[in-house]
């Protein structure tokens, strides 16, 4: 009987290893949807595990918080009728490896122990129209961007097969680039056979012409077809360019009626580019739409740090610190004002401190004194309109509030930087689609009534200015 019972334990040890994932993933494919399939259980792989635990290795650590949040009860139940009861699941993430945080939410890449992968060269990057500076290990992870980042890190596992295409949205210099230049950089360093496409839409564009002209539209849509990896930057341009929407739009349903793999950076929501064809516009949300937000302190600071650290200084805290609370504009503006206080530091031989920060960057600070909020744009909103804020962030539909909301929402969205969910959750917790609607609906009045636009502009003037009358 002993010997019996420890066979069954030793055949039941061996069917967990090498079977119980398989199963579950059979089981699943029954209760989620092909694309929560793709997406989130197809990445996972199991590993050594014990008969009380089953372990899976997932892309990353968002990946274990989205699966815990919102599918760990079916995935429980699966794992309990393969396996039965009392079975703890431990998620590892693949990209667990440690590093240093300097706040809650954003972490400071150091540098890497030789990695296993063979890395791209310099120059093969530069022949792939990719950035070699902008790789995921340089690119600085903050609440702002988690969800993008995991995201972009996820399709270089399975091209094709989760988040396809991946739309990348955001205001200028928040890290679109970047991202799509990393995610080239990662998939050519595992497989330096892939076929990689990036560009910019004005490029399509300019080869298209081209093409057209010299007959060789053959050999262009060779170029952009034939590949496992299509990467457009700047996707809104083509809206309004008929012959371009037409030739991407062909491109795009070659691609991923290959399942190859598709990635598109915009300024705006899909559904907010305007002149754009609808069945583009539909098909750009096939996939995931992730949103790079502006980044928050903790998060500046990072990024600051990481850009002097590349460029081997030495960034005092309370330099890095100075500029994260007074620049509030893109990052790509931060990093370029770090490099004037870096230069004229080394310019006059004197040591990086806040006072010299303060010297490097007075005239720019002068007229960026006032920092625009959404809270700020409310409360003027308010004001004019003789209603109150809690009457704006409400769900009253009635034009006395709905009308002050909404020219609220396209003020939010004109004069800061922040995404329709951002400005959705400022105002009472809106989703990013009433956000849209209402800035459609203010753009239309404003083309139909040329006084509506004089308001507008005088509310953002007094807006602006609203600070210095204070003072």
């Given at each position: 009987?002993?010997?019996k019972?420890?066979?069954k334990?030793?055949?039941?040890h061996?069917?967990?290893?090498?079977?119980?994932?398989?199963q579950?993933?059979?089981?699943?494919?029954?209760?989620?949807?092909d694309?929560v399939?793709?997406?989130?259980?197809?990445?996972?792989?199991s590993?050594?595990?014990?008969?009380?635990?089953?372990?899976l290795?997932v892309?990353?650590?968002?990946?274990?918080?989205?699966?815990?949040?919102?599918?760990?009860?079916?995935?429980?139940?699966v794992?309990?009728?393969v396996?039965?009861?009392?079975?703890?699941?431990?998620?590892?993430?693949?990209?667990?490896?440690?590093?240093?945080?300097?706040?809650?939410?954003?972490?400071?890449?150091e540098?890497?122990?030789a990695?296993?992968?063979?890395?791209?060269t310099?120059e093969a990057?530069l022949?792939?129209?990719?950035?070699p500076?902008?790789?995921?290990?340089?690119?600085?992870?903050?609440a702002?961007?988690?969800?993008?980042?995991?995201a972009?890190?996820?399709?270089?596992?399975?091209?094709?097969?989760?988040?396809n295409?991946?739309?990348?949205?955001?205001?200028?210099?928040?890290?679109k680039?970047h991202?799509?230049?990393?995610?080239?950089y990662?998939?050519?360093?595992?497989?330096?056979?892939?076929k990689?496409?990036?560009?910019?839409?004005?490029?399509f564009?300019?080869?298209?012409i081209?093409?057209?002209?010299?007959?060789?539209?053959?050999?262009?849509?060779?170029?952009?077809?034939?590949?496992?990896?299509?990467?457009?930057?700047?996707?809104?341009?083509i809206?309004?360019?008929?012959?371009?929407?037409?030739?991407f739009?062909?491109?795009?349903?070659?691609i991923?009626?290959?399942?190859?793999?598709?990635?598109?950076?915009?300024d705006?929501f899909p559904?907010e580019i305007?002149?754009?064809?609808g069945?583009?516009r539909?098909?750009?949300?096939?996939?995931?739409?992730?949103?790079l937000?502006?980044?928050?302190?903790?998060t500046?600071?990072?990024?600051?740090?990481?850009k002097?650290?590349?460029?081997?200084v030495?960034?005092?805290?309370?330099?890095?610190?100075f500029?994260?609370?007074?620049?509030?504009?893109n990052?790509?503006?931060?990093?370029?004002?770090?490099?004037?206080?870096?230069?004229?530091?080394?310019?006059?031989?004197?040591?990086?401190?806040?006072s010299?920060?303060?010297?490097?960057l007075?005239e720019i600070l002068?007229?960026?004194?006032?920092?625009?909020?959404?809270?700020?744009?409310?409360a003027?909103?308010?004001?004019?309109?003789?209603?109150?804020?809690?009457?704006?962030?409400?769900?009253?539909?009635?034009?006395?509030?709905?009308?002050?909301?909404?020219?609220g929402?396209y003020l939010?969205r004109?004069m800061?930087?922040?995404?329709?969910?951002?400005?959705?959750e400022?105002?009472?917790?809106?989703?990013h689609?009433?956000?849209?609607?209402?800035?459609?609906?203010?753009?239309?009045?404003?083309?139909?009534?040329?006084?509506?636009k004089?308001?507008?502009?005088s509310?953002?003037?007094d807006i602006?200015?609203?600070?210095?009358?204070?003072?």
């Open positions: 009987m002993v010997l019972f420890n066979c334990i030793l055949i039941w061996v069917r967990t290893m090498d079977t119980i994932w398989p579950c993933k059979e089981i699943l494919r029954t209760k989620v949807n694309h399939m793709n997406t989130w259980f197809d990445p996972i792989t590993g050594e595990s014990l008969p009380d635990k089953l372990t290795f892309p990353n650590k968002f990946f274990i918080m989205w699966i815990k949040e919102n599918y760990l009860d079916v995935l429980k139940q794992i309990e009728e396996a039965g009861p009392g079975v703890e699941v431990d998620f590892q993430a693949r990209d667990a490896a440690p590093q240093p945080q300097t706040q809650e939410h954003c972490r400071l890449p540098p890497e122990p990695p296993k992968v063979r890395r791209l310099e990057a022949r792939w129209n990719l950035n500076r902008y790789t995921f290990e340089s690119f600085v992870v903050g702002c961007n988690q969800f993008a980042h995991a972009a890190m996820s399709i270089t596992e399975n091209l094709g097969k989760s988040y295409p991946l739309f990348l949205y955001g205001g200028v210099g928040l890290g680039t991202l799509m230049s990393a995610i080239g990662a998939v050519l360093s595992k497989d330096k056979n892939k990689i496409a990036f560009t910019t839409s004005e490029e564009t300019n080869e298209l081209n093409a057209i002209r010299f007959d060789r539209m053959g050999e262009f849509r060779g170029k952009y077809r034939n590949v496992d990896l299509l990467m457009i930057d700047d996707i809104q341009f809206a309004g360019k008929e012959r371009t929407q037409e030739e739009f062909h491109t795009f349903n070659s991923y009626e290959a399942r190859k793999q598709i990635v598109l950076t915009s705006r559904q305007s002149e754009m064809e069945r583009l539909s098909r750009f949300s096939w996939g995931l739409v992730a949103d937000g502006v980044p928050d302190l903790e500046k600071i990072a990024i600051l740090k990481r002097a650290y590349e460029d081997h030495e960034l005092p805290n309370e330099v890095a610190y500029l994260a609370e007074n620049i509030h504009s990052v790509r503006e931060l990093v370029g004002y770090l490099i004037r206080v870096i230069a004229m530091s080394s310019l006059q031989g004197l040591p990086l401190s806040e010299l920060a303060q010297s490097a007075r002068h007229r960026n004194t006032r920092t625009i909020t959404v809270e700020g744009i409310i003027h909103v308010a004001k004019v309109y003789n209603v109150k804020v809690s009457d704006i962030k409400s769900k009253k539909k009635h034009k006395l509030y709905s009308g002050p909301r909404q020219i929402m939010a004109e800061t930087e922040l995404s329709y969910p951002g400005i959705g400022a105002f009472g917790g809106k989703d689609t009433t956000v849209i609607y209402a800035i459609k609906k203010i753009e239309k009045k404003m083309a139909e009534d040329h006084a509506m004089g308001i507008l502009e509310m953002k003037k602006r200015e609203e600070p210095r009358r204070r003072s």
